[in-house]
């Protein structure tokens, strides 16, 4: 099984700053890598798939970059509505996620 | 609009059985594979299984093989899980989801989820 570990666990920072979250794979699995965002009480709501590709209706101030086995989200300039808990997941296999990383308002 | 909607959770003991649904709505259904993710009370995401856009093809998590069974009814835009043998540990609110087309094992649309606690 491919274990993704996201660092770090927790972030804090303040609207207006960069968030850059990070997704380190056990072995590489190329580009196959989406980011999730979750809201308390909400779905998932997929952001970035295969690795760098923005979903539609996804703002442009999200990001995603890597390849093999390390990955990262950007989130340039947060707004208050992203402030949440952030999961990577891949599928070079079975489909597994990261443990997330929760991006709390400093 | 796009939509899914899960249904069939509730309590049930340890041993039980139980049959999770999941209503499509707004797509041609039977292009897309349906998946099954959990999440146990606050922690993480959890891939329980997939099933083809035909239903011919389905996979499974190791820690649900034998105990959960996968299916689809195109004719009904609908997707289930039958789950058996539950355990405590299968205690988490399911979701279901669908895979993007090309992409079947990204998923780009979520339902509500259901929840489904596993006691005594």
């Known amino acids: 099984e491919i274990v993704l570990t996201q660092s770090p666990a927790t972030l804090s920072l303040s609207p207006g700053e960069r968030a850059t979250l990070s997704c380190r794979a056990s072995q590489s699995i190329r580009t196959s890598l989406a980011w999730y965002q979750q809201k308390p009480g909400q779905a998932p709501r997929l952001l970035i798939y295969d690795a760098s590709n923005r979903v539609t209706g996804i703002p442009a101030r999200f990001s995603g970059s890597g390849s093999g086995t390390d990955f990262t989200l950007t989130i340039n300039s947060l707004e208050p509505e992203d402030f949440a808990v952030y999961y990577c997941?891949?599928?070079?296999?079975?489909?597994?996620f990261g443990q997330g990383t929760k991006v709390e308002i400093k | 609009e796009v939509q899914l909607l899960e249904s069939g959770g509730g309590l049930v003991q340890p041993g039980g059985s139980l049959r999770l649904s999941c209503a499509a709505s707004g797509f041609t259904f039977t292009n897309y594979a349906m998946n099954w993710v959990r999440q146990a009370p606050g922690k993480g995401l959890e891939w329980v299984s997939s099933?083809?856009?035909?239903?011919?093809?389905?996979y499974y998590a190791d820690s649900v093989k034998g105990r959960f069974t996968i299916s689809r009814d195109n004719s009904k835009d609908t997707l289930y899980l039958q789950m058996s043998s539950l355990r405590v540990d299968d205690t988490a609110v399911y979701y279901c989801?669908?895979?993007?087309?090309?992409?079947?094992?990204?998923?780009?649309?979520w339902g509500r989820g259901t929840l489904v606690p596993v006691s005594s």
């Open positions: 099933i083809s856009g035909s239903g011919s093809s389905v």
């Open positions: 989801a669908r895979g993007i087309r090309g992409h079947p094992w990204f998923f780009d649309i």
């Open positions: 997941q891949q599928h070079s296999n079975w489909p597994t």
